[in-house]
């Protein structure tokens, strides 16, 4: 089984580019990063996801305009994978990009709100600071 530094949550829907974006930044950076669309090829796919959010120790959670809206059903994947790193006690990175998170639905579990909430988000711009906001957010 591989190992990862960072697993990245995202919604494919609003987030997809910004992931893969902020996923080729770490690597440059030297980290080895999990991002779901480009290390699950075939094959089951849920205990590969809840494998690696288990190997990594950082749990980077991209938060576009909508990512949270489904996680008010107990079965949305990324409900599972916030609650997978919260039981596995992972180090929260909740990133914020470009400003655009607009907060927390009312409806959502406490367990998300919580594990997210407590947590200083990174801003994250994917503009002309782009490089200068990853590296302050990995300091």
């Not at 690696?52 to 809206?69: C, N, Q, R, T």
């Not at 107990?74 to 409900?79: F, K, Q, S």
């Not at 407590?118 to 002309?128: A, K, T």
Request: hydrophobic share 40%; with cysteine.
């Amino acid at each position: 089984m591989k190992s990862y530094d960072i697993f990245i949550s995202y919604r494919r829907e609003d987030g997809a580019e910004k992931a893969r974006t902020l996923k080729s930044e770490l690597e440059l950076q030297g980290f080895h990063v999990f991002l779901d669309f480009d290390e699950l090829k075939d094959g089951v796919f849920d205990q590969r996801i809840i494998n690696a959010i288990e190997s990594a120790p950082i749990f980077m959670m991209i938060l576009s305009p909508h990512a949270l809206d489904r996680c008010v059903n107990d079965d949305d994947w990324v409900r599972r994978e916030i609650e997978c790193a919260l039981a596995n006690r992972r180090h929260f990175v909740p990133v914020d990009p470009d400003r655009s998170f607009p907060g927390f639905l009312h409806e959502l579990p406490d367990s998300v709100k919580q594990g997210l909430g407590q947590h200083q988000f990174s801003e994250i711009m994917f503009g002309q600071l782009f490089k200068e906001s990853v590296a302050k957010m990995v300091r």
